[in-house]
Nanobody, 127 residues
Framework: QVQLVESGGGLVQTGGSLSLSCAASGRTFSGYAMGWFRQPPGREREFVSS????????YYADSVRGRFTVSRDNAKNTAYLQMNSLKPEDTAVYFCAAARGTGGAAVYVNKLSYDYWGQGTQVTVSS
């Protein structure tokens, strides 16, 4: 079992920044690719970004590429999502997830690939 806890959400104005963290406990964190998803109000959960088990590769949805940066620190069992130039359409509940595997980040864009999920953290971007 892997337990995931997100933190760092909040309210920010358009153009602002937020940094999300995902703390993992349980099994060896480095054996898992990590992903970030979001669920806007009234919509399905969608892929945001993923990072390979080593941190050597990262992948982004087109809607966030160039504005968001995913990273991880395996020594701290933590993944991060730095979000810059936020827009109102980024408003959503953000979830981190863990997927067993050592593939590249681009392999992990489908939410069905993930084995464990956090409870989510709300991000609200005001216009």
């Amino acid at each position: 079992q892997v337990q995931l806890v997100e933190s760092g959400g909040g309210l920010v104005q358009t153009g602002g920044s937020l940094s999300l963290s995902c703390a993992a406990s349980g099994r060896t964190f480095s054996g898992y690719a990590m992903g970030w998803f979001r669920q806007p109000p009234g919509r399905e959960r969608e892929f945001v970004s993923s990072i390979s088990w080593s941190g050597g590769s990262a992948y982004y949805a087109d809607s966030v590429r160039g504005r968001f940066t995913v990273s991880r620190d395996n020594a701290k069992n933590t993944a991060y999502l730095q979000m810059n130039s936020l827009k109102p359409e980024d408003t959503a509940v953000y979830f981190c997830a863990a997927a067993r595997g050592t593939g590249g980040a681009a392999v992990y864009v489908n939410k069905l690939s993930y084995d464990y999920w956090g409870q989510g953290t709300q991000v609200t971007v005001s216009s």
